[in-house]
């Protein structure tokens, strides 16, 4: 069996096409949705990061800026830069970038960011209401993850999701989401790390397998059953033999996987087109519940 490739791009161009629509409802009343995002120095994968966010704000008419404060920054600028946003009516959305220098405290400024403007849902109030089944923002890459999901025919209801990665923003929201009683979730769910003993034999349980493990290609063939979904939220650089540079792959060994699964995801092309459009749904939400 060769595996359907569900195609991340195709997805999140379905979800901008709606969002323009609600984009222009919301101008008609003048209204622009607006994302700030807070990058504290130079982290090179947050920078990366910011690119992605900026190109697609631009694609989809989400306005953006970045405030940059330099490494030296106190607690104090970052609180102080948070709580000038949060006042500002015209941002609807606040994006704190991680990891911040090793002297500042990322949790408690994540707790000062205003609930209805927490669009990437890292407030702990935000990841409490997640756990409660409560109505709130979902971070951006598990959010990506039950939407690709369900607009990919792969609805999780009633099935076994077993995640590998219990990380704060991957596995661990991921595992609530799927977990609530709602439709798109009410699956199922096993969430593994690294003191789970018999790893393959609980990935082989699985009708849909999630690798956020952060290795290259941990996932391998003799994990996987016959017939199971599998979503690649993995994204690490590896020498490619043939060329010399260095390529993106997934957490999952695609290419031996592929021919096992029902369903997956490429690395390029599949979580991670979709996670940050996922920020713009939640900043058009958020804009959107400013209005009301
Ligand atoms: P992380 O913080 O490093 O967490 C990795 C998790 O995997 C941990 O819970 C770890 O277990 C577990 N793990 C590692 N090796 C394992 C093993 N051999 N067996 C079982 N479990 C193992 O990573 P993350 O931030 O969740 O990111 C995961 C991956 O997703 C990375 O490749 C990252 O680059 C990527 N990512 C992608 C997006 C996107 O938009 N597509 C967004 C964020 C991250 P312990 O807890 O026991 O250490």
């Known amino acids: 069996m060769t595996a359907e490739i569900i195609d991340g791009k195709k997805i999140a161009l379905e979800i901008q096409t709606e969002?323009?629509?609600?984009?222009?409802?919301?101008?008609?009343?003048?209204?622009?949705?607006?994302l700030i995002t807070i990058l504290v120095g130079e982290d090179p994968a947050s920078l990366s990061y910011l690119r992605g966010i900026t190109r697609t704000c631009s694609e989809t008419g989400v306005t953006t800026d970045c405030a940059r404060l330099p490494s030296a920054a106190t607690q104090q600028d970052l609180l102080g830069k948070?709580?000038?946003l949060n006042r500002d009516q015209s941002v609807h959305g606040i994006l704190l970038f991680l990891p911040l220098p090793k002297h500042l405290n990322a949790i408690e400024a994540e707790s000062t960011?205003?609930?209805?403007?927490?669009?990437?849902?890292?407030?702990?109030?935000?990841?409490?209401?997640?756990?409660?089944?409560?109505?709130?923002?979902?971070?951006?890459?598990?959010?990506?993850?039950?939407?690709l999901l369900v607009r990919s025919g792969h609805a999780p209801e009633g099935k076994h999701v077993v995640i590998v990665g219990?990380?704060?923003?991957?596995?661990?929201?991921?595992?609530?989401?799927?977990?609530?009683?709602?439709?798109?979730?009410?699956?199922?769910?096993?969430?593994?790390?690294?003191?789970?003993?018999?790893?393959?034999?609980?990935?082989?349980?699985?009708?849909?397998?999630?690798?956020a493990v952060g290795k290259a290609r941990a996932i391998t063939a003799d994990m996987v059953r016959e017939g199971t979904v599998v979503i690649d939220v993995g994204v690490n650089f590896v020498p490619d033999p043939v060329t010399g540079k260095n390529k993106q792959v997934g957490d999952v060994d695609f290419d031996a996987v592929k021919?096992?699964?029902?369903?997956?995801t490429p690395?390029?092309?599949?979580?991670g087109a979709v996670t940050s459009i996922m920020l713009m749904v939640n900043t058009v939400r958020a804009a959107e519940e400013s209005s009301k």
């Not at 209805?116 to 959010?143: Q, R, W």
């Not at 021919?259 to 997956?264: G, T, W």
């Open 82 to 84: 948070i709580a000038e």
């Open 113 to 147: 960011i205003s609930p209805a403007k927490d669009v990437d849902g890292t407030n702990p109030i935000s990841t409490g209401k997640l756990l409660l089944g409560e109505d709130t923002f979902f971070p951006s890459t598990p959010y990506g993850v039950q939407e």
């Open 166 to 211: 219990r990380s704060n923003i991957v596995g661990k929201p991921l595992a609530g989401i799927l977990l609530q009683r709602k439709p798109g979730a009410n699956a199922t769910v096993t969430v593994c790390h690294t003191g789970t003993k018999n790893l393959p034999e609980i990935t082989q349980l699985a009708d849909i397998l999630v690798a």
């Open 19 to 34: 969002l323009k629509l609600r984009i222009s409802r919301l101008q008609a009343k003048g209204i622009s949705p607006k």
């Open 267 to 271: 690395v390029p092309g599949g979580t």
């Open 259 to 264: 021919e096992k699964a029902a369903a997956i």
